[in-house]
């Protein structure tokens, strides 16, 4: 008799006929899926997105977004809304202003939406979009 394997917790999914469990991939936290969104927003409005993820090798303190839009640098701390902003991070928005850069912290998409819109205008379908690929190259 096979025992069956229990899957970590990270891990979760549906049961099918066979008697197995479908790996359904890591759950998304939700300042995860918030991050998403306004990366997606900000290439829908044609800006270059970089999303920035912890390491050792990077600095503490750095926005998880960083665009840049017309010429403009935007700086984006994504939190949730029982999320804190840490004195790191409150010192790199800080030098990121000082520096000519337009920098916030936002409390989920919504909120993101309106600082963005403050900088390039109000959003309308007519307005040119760059198309991507998969893999964030310019589609012809």
């Known amino acids: 008799m096979k025992k069956r394997v229990k899957l970590p917790d990270r891990y979760y999914g549906k ?4 008697g197995f469990v479908v790996k359904m991939g890591k759950r998304k936290q939700p300042e995860a899926i918030e991050t998403k969104a306004i990366c997606d ?11 920035m993820v912890g390491s050792p090798f990077i600095r503490g303190g750095i926005p998880d977004i960083l665009a840049c ?14 999320g804190r ?10 030098a990121i202003r000082e520096a000519g ?6 409390y989920g998409f919504e909120e993101a939406r309106k600082f963005i819109d403050e900088i390039l205008g109000e959003y309308s379908p007519s307005e040119s979009i760059v198309r991507l690929t998969k893999r964030g190259k310019h589609a012809k």
């Not at 049961?15 to 066979?18: E, Q």
């Not at 927003?41 to 999303?51: F, P, S």
């Not at 839009?69 to 029982?82: H, L, N, P, S, W």
């Not at 902003?85 to 800080?94: R, S």
């Open 41 to 51: 927003y900000l290439r829908l409005r044609g800006c270059y997105v970089v999303r």
């Open 15 to 18: 049961s099918t006929r066979y």
């Open 85 to 94: 902003v840490t004195e790191k991070q409150a010192m790199e928005i800080e």
């Open 101 to 106: 850069g337009r920098a916030t912290e936002a």
């Open 69 to 82: 839009c017309r010429g403009m640098f935007i700086a984006i701390e994504v939190k949730t809304k029982r």
